[in-house]
């Protein structure tokens, strides 16, 4: 499922420029609202919630009931943590090192 098409532009490169100069998470909540309408950051944030939610291997009907979405949605996301550009996994992996060890 790894996209073929070239989707980048100068104005894409420009657009992760000025994520990458953002500091603070109160700077990126202040950009991303100036930029996105609400809907939007929903609809990304639940993505986000998706996939997170698939990699702890919880069930497509658990996760679609928790997250308000459909399993067609759940199905979508899995394909492309599992066969996209590898960007869902990159940040998994790289939060999950940020994270304490749960204590046994």
């Not at 609400?38 to 993505?47: A, C, M, P, V």
């Not at 658990?62 to 759940?74: C, K, L, M």
Request: proline letters at 3%; hydrophobic letters at 35%; a negative charge.
């Amino acid at each position: 499922m790894t996209t073929t098409a070239n989707w980048t532009s100068g104005d894409t490169t420009a657009l992760f420029d000025a994520i990458l100069a953002l500091d603070t998470v109160d700077e990126t909540e202040q950009f991303f609202r100036d930029l996105c309408t609400l809907h939007e950051i929903e609809e990304l944030s639940q993505r986000w919630a998706i996939a997170r939610k698939l990699n702890e291997g919880l069930p497509y009907r658990q996760i679609a009931d928790e997250t308000s979405s459909s399993t067609a949605t759940v199905t979508r996301i899995n394909q492309w943590l599992r066969h996209g550009t590898g960007g869902y996994r990159l940040m998994l992996d790289r939060l999950a090192l940020d994270e304490p060890p749960e204590s046994t």
